[in-house]
Nanobody, 121 residues
Framework: HVLLVESGGGWVQPGGSLTLSCTAS????????MGWYRQAPGLQRELVAS???????NYTDSVKGRFLISRDNAKNTVSLQMNNLQPEDTAVYYC???????????????WGQGTQVTVSS
């Protein structure tokens, strides 16, 4: 089965930076749209950033100009560079892989186990 493994989470002071990575296995990585979601305590999971198989990117407004998503199809990896982190960025961050087959319409939707990001002084 598909495996998504996140890494790079941790604790950082406000204004600091972290880079999250997600490595995928047992899938044709290049055809999947990839995303980073986050979930803070008591809140719903939200999309932070996404990158399509064609490398079109999208960001939620609160991280625009601070976060950068990228992918390396040769390494089956998607990364999220996070700069100027703020306490409100504190959450568990999840990697997502999504692909909808054009013929059958079957959805392939996979999640990593999550990595904690904590921003505090």
């Amino acid at each position: 089965h598909v495996l998504l493994v996140e890494s790079g989470g941790g604790w950082v002071q406000p204004g600091g930076s972290l880079t999250l990575s997600c490595t995928a296995s047992r899938m044709v990585f290049s055809i999947y749209d990839m995303g980073w979601y986050r979930q803070a305590p008591g809140l719903q999971r939200e999309l932070v950033a996404s990158i399509t198989s064609q490398e079109t990117t999208n960001y939620t407004d609160s991280v625009k100009g601070r976060f950068l998503i990228s992918r390396d199809n040769a390494k089956n990896t998607v990364s999220l560079q996070m700069n100027n982190l703020q306490p409100e960025d504190t959450a568990v961050y999840y990697c997502n892989a999504y692909f909808k087959a054009t013929g059958s319409g079957v959805l392939h939707d996979f999640w990593g186990q999550g990595t904690q990001v904590t921003v505090s002084s």
